[in-house]
């Protein structure tokens, strides 16, 4: 038996592009602390991971400064690294991924929740970042994988089909944060259906969006961290008026 959403996915019911907009910029201004909350907490985590994966350059870096006015960047590659030893750490790098992208994606899942918290009054915690990946661990990672996968495949298909997997791309961590019971196929399927009936809506939103997450470059690193969460409020918004939540049928598994 087919999942409900699927259903909810057909009716195609009518999205208005500024609504939405105009609503995020309000719920923006409930919940800023909380993506500034959410924003430190995934730098917190993500930064570990980046120095462990640039750790074998600090010597040539170091080089470079010692050296300035004579350094050879690609003398100094070839000198400090091995053909061998770059395939290496490429493959570190693919596992390193692998590992921040599930974090990420539970920090991203809970802000959706809270987004949907502040929406619609629900007395819920904050603080559960991890929640998703304590209780759904193998999905975040498969939905990484298929994520990486789908990307690949569109990005060799010389970059056009990229452009339009951008928008159920971006679909996938709410589809699946408000139905956990969704099989990865199920989530991957709702995705593409959700991101064919309205691409060009959300793909606007995603480049609006992209462009006030920026804004907070003008206040500096703080300002970044700030307004850097404020395109998962405009993706939360769009699947509330596209799909909608039916937390009485239990479909949400919230």
């Not at 870096?61 to 030893?85: C, K, R, W």
């Not at 304590?134 to 089909?161: D, Q």
């Not at 593409?192 to 920026?214: A, H, M, P």
């Amino acid at each position: 038996m087919e999942h409900s959403i699927f259903n909810r996915i057909e009716e195609k019911k009518s999205v208005d592009f500024g609504d939405i907009l105009s609503k995020s910029i309000e719920l923006f201004k409930k919940v800023w602390v909380e993506a500034l909350k959410h924003a430190v907490v995934t730098i917190l985590i993500i930064i570990p991971f980046m120095l462990l994966m640039y750790m074998p350059f600090f010597p040539m870096i170091m080089e470079s400064v010692a050296n300035e006015s004579s350094y050879d960047p690609s003398t100094a590659l070839n000198n400090h690294f091995s053909g061998l030893f770059m395939g290496g750490w490429i493959f570190v790098v693919f596992l390193i991924a692998l590992v921040i992208q599930p974090l990420a994606l539970s920090i991203q899942g809970n802000f959706f929740k809270v987004c949907k918290k502040y929406d619609l009054d629900e007395d819920v915690p904050t603080d559960r970042y991890f929640h998703l990946l304590k209780n759904h661990f193998g999905k975040l990672l498969l939905l990484t994988l298929a994520s990486m996968g789908i990307a690949m495949v569109a990005a060799l298909l010389c970059y056009l089909p990229l452009l339009y997997a951008i928008v159920p791309l971006q679909l996938l961590l709410p589809i699946f944060v408000f139905n956990e019971s969704l099989s990865i196929s199920e989530i991957i399927k709702a995705a593409f259906k959700l991101g064919n009936n309205y691409w060009l809506t959300v793909f606007g939103l995603i480049i609006v969006s992209g462009i006030l997450s920026s804004v907070g470059i003008i206040l500096c690193f703080i300002g970044v961290l700030v307004t850097s969460f404020f395109q998962y409020i405009v993706i939360y918004y769009f699947y509330k008026e596209s799909i909608g939540f039916y937390e009485n049928s239990g479909i949400t598994g919230a």
